[in-house]
């Protein structure tokens, strides 16, 4: 049954039955309301439920190879000494680790190291005792001469070493030699596990070390532009003592053993001043002097000074804005490394600003706050390459068009949706070397899968609500690390409501755990929309299906959908986000998050009448689908053709009497509808107020026409 309405005035009308108002999220948990009252501290929880600290104390989290676990590293003192020009990639040192127990009675320490470095050069004292010490499956084992016995207690070691470090080999980079002569130079690259290739540490980003001093020695060699030095942190002292010198950098964020770096080469430098929300920040570029194109390079680095400071203003200032941001020329085997502080880049792309944007965002997600687990990697590399896409949209400078970012985001979810075999998050199996790792489908997913996560995240969040929740994550996290549950906690507090189940089927997984739940694929849509009146649109689910292999048996998520009032060339838009919270529940979306609301249909006030609907053209949603306008589809519209009784079926446009809870448009017709005893008004609303129905005062009362 249908009639047309030619109504004055509409009043929008949520009924909630009382006695049913105890709504349930999937799997039938009560949804979260109010999470901002709980403590911090007993919010920000990992999935064992206890407070991530980043204490290696944490049982069930540790570093990959299990290293430390009865100490806290506090501090390492670094003394490395490097000739890029030998023949055989020596580098050679000493090591100082500053430690706090974390348990009783320690009488040996574990560190992670090479085999290579098995050698006599391998020395380990204890307060100036040599200790007996053993290095097999790249493990150091150091015999204390003597036992520590209380916990709590701080105090240090010293690794002397030196030796070569294994041959790069795929994704295990770690310590190499590149260039020719007289342009020889040295780089790391340490992601996943290849920090032990060339330097003693705790490999877990569970214990970062709380502050570093980094001192090299390399050759002094006349004329004047010889070697320098790329580190982290600040450099502040480079002395000339006979035929070498010393640089010397001291850091004193928290930073994560796989994030130090080392690169010693013939640097021409370029110094800079960026912005971090109004705090000036020291930015640094270093390009090998034998290279061309400086001009382009340096000109694209100024223009990611620009992102530096807006990413400041959406996420959080730059977290390490007391000490330097900037780029290094001459990565061997990537395309960009989000070092701390100074991201090393290869040659052929320090002009790129998709990779500089794409290494400046890993100091937000990755480096200040970094995944507890490799399990989580996704939390690195889907901000980052969403960040390439949100300063292209969000920075002007860097000169892209509105069509660039549009096809920026159309291939992030098409390369995304070619991904439909893995999650983002990585199961334990394939955590085990950094081939693994980094190989398919975990090597990709990680960043397409990932970066549309973070898309949908700001989709259903809305931007001020999603820049809530990054800077929160961001600002409490600080210089710690972070499971998949930490990001979801921070939305689920900025949204005030729990999104669980759209982490389960996005991303999968958090943490350790051998096998995703949920996480691969993603939904075919197929809405239903119409516009019962001059500037109304109501809308709903018909159906979803899931793409092949996949194991989620149904998408809760943001649905996307442009209406406009022309097939082309219109006048007038609207974006519309839904966020379907599965069982006919709709929630409004894309400007905070709204309850669920039963009943399978949603109504909008527009500032005109829609006519034409696109599914999801800005690639917001990792989503597919159709959108079609049945012109039958009046939502729960009263009418009164029978009487005033609520619950006779022919009074309703559709014939279906709204369940508890649906939103009801109820016209000024022959009869108007008589409440029965179990129903009451939840919220009342006028059309004339032109904005999501939820932001509304509780009641809003007007005279009728
Ligand atoms: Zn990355």
């Known amino acids: 049954m249908r009639k047309p309405l030619l109504i004055a005035i509409v009043l929008i009308f949520s009924f909630v039955n009382r006695l049913a108002a105890q709504a349930t999220g999937p799997g039938g948990e009560p949804y979260r309301h109010g999470l901002l009252s709980q403590p911090r501290g007993a919010f920000i929880k990992n999935t064992t439920g206890k407070e991530l600290t980043g204490s290696p104390a944490d049982p069930g989290f540790s570093g990959q190879s299990g290293t430390g676990a009865n100490i806290d590293v506090v501090y390492h003192r670094v003394n490395w000494t490097v000739d890029p020009r030998t023949a055989t990639n020596i580098i050679g040192g000493s090591v100082v680790t500053y430690f706090k127990t974390i348990a009783a009675n320690v009488a040996t320490i574990t560190m992670d190291l090479h085999n290579n470095f098995n050698n006599g050069s391998l020395v380990v004292t204890y307060h100036g005792t040599t200790c007996t010490r053993t290095l097999a499956s790249n493990i150091l084992t150091v015999t204390l001469p003597s036992t520590i016995a209380a916990i709590n207690t701080l105090d240090s070691l010293v690794i002397n070493y030196s030796g070569v470090p294994p041959a790069a080999a795929g994704a295990a980079q770690g310590y190499q030699q590149a260039g020719t002569t007289p342009d020889k130079y040295t780089g790391s690259l340490s992601e996943s596990y290849e920090d032990r290739d060339w330097w003693p540490c705790k490999a877990d980003m569970q214990d970062k070390v709380d502050s570093m001093d980094i001192n090299v020695t390399v050759p002094w060699v006349t004329p004047a532009d010889t070697f320098w030095v790329a580190s982290n942190g600040r450099l502040y002292d480079s002395t000339i003592t006979g035929n070498s010198r010393t640089f010397r950098f001291r850091t ?9 770096t080392l690169s010693v080469g013939k640097f021409t430098r370029y110094y800079r001043t960026a912005y971090a929300n109004g705090t000036a920040v020291q930015a640094a570029y ?16 100024d223009k990611v000074n620009v992102v530096l400071d807006s990413l400041s203003r959406r996420w959080g200032d730059y977290p390490f804005k007391l000490e330097k941001h900037g780029f290094y020329d001459g990565l061997i085997g990537a395309g960009g490394m989000e070092h701390q502080t100074f991201s090393a880049m290869a040659s052929g792309s320090m002009a790129s600003l998709s990779t500089l944007n794409h290494e400046l965002a890993h100091q937000w997600f990755g480096d200040n706050v970094t995944f507890a687990t490799w399990n989580d990697l996704w939390l690195a590399e889907g901000p980052a390459r969403f960040a390439e896409i949100y300063a292209a949209e969000k920075v002007p400078v860097l000169g892209y068009t509105a069509a660039d970012v549009h096809t920026m985001r ?33 090597g990709s997913t990680v960043y397409e899968r990932g970066g549309m996560v973070i898309t949908m995240l700001r989709a259903l969040a809305g931007e001020a609500k999603f820049m809530e929740a990054m800077t929160s994550y961001q600002t409490e996290l600080a210089g710690r690390s972070a499971t998949t549950d930490s990001l979801k906690n921070h939305f689920n507090r900025a949204l005030g409501t729990d999104i669980n189940e759209f982490f389960r089927d996005y ?5 350790k755990a051998a096998a995703a739940v949920g996480g691969v694929g993603h939904p075919t849509n197929n809405m239903v929309w119409n516009s019962p009146s001059a500037n109304k649109l109501v809308l709903k689910v018909n159906s979803q299906t899931q793409s092949a292999g996949s194991n989620v048996t149904y998408f809760n998520g943001p649905v996307a959908m442009h209406f406009t009032n022309a097939a082309t060339g219109w006048t007038k838009d609207t974006m519309i986000v839904i966020y379907d919270w599965g069982g ?7 400007n905070g998050l709204s309850e669920p609301i039963p009943g399978n249909a949603l109504s909008f006030d527009l500032s005109f009448t829609p006519t034409h609907a696109f599914y999801d053209d800005s690639a917001k949603t990792l989503s597919s689908g159709t959108i079609t306008q049945d012109p039958a589809f009046m939502g729960y519209t009263w009418d009164g053709t029978t009487s005033a009784a609520w619950n006779t079926t022919t009074n309703w446009v559709n014939t279906t009497v709204p369940p508890s809870g649906a939103q009801v448009a109820i016209s000024t017709v022959t009869n108007q509808p008589v409440l029965p005893g179990t129903i009451t008004v939840d919220d009342l609303s006028s059309t004339a107020v032109a904005v999501p129905r939820w932001e509304l005062p509780w009641i809003y009362t007007e005279p009728l026409a």
């Open 252 to 260: 004193r964020y928290p930073i994560a053993s796989y994030l130090v």
């Open 584 to 590: 006919g529940n709709l929630g409004y979306a894309g």
């Open 507 to 511: 991303v999968g997984g958090s943490g």
């Open 410 to 442: 159309t291939g992030l979810r098409t390369a995304a949706r070619n991904l439909n075999t893995a999650s983002a998050w990585i199961p334990n199996a394939n955590m085990a070397t950094s081939a693994l790792l980094w190989a398919n489908p975990y």
């Open 286 to 301: 270093y390009i090998l002097r034998n290279t061309t194109g400086h001009a382009t390079k340096t000109a694209a680095m």
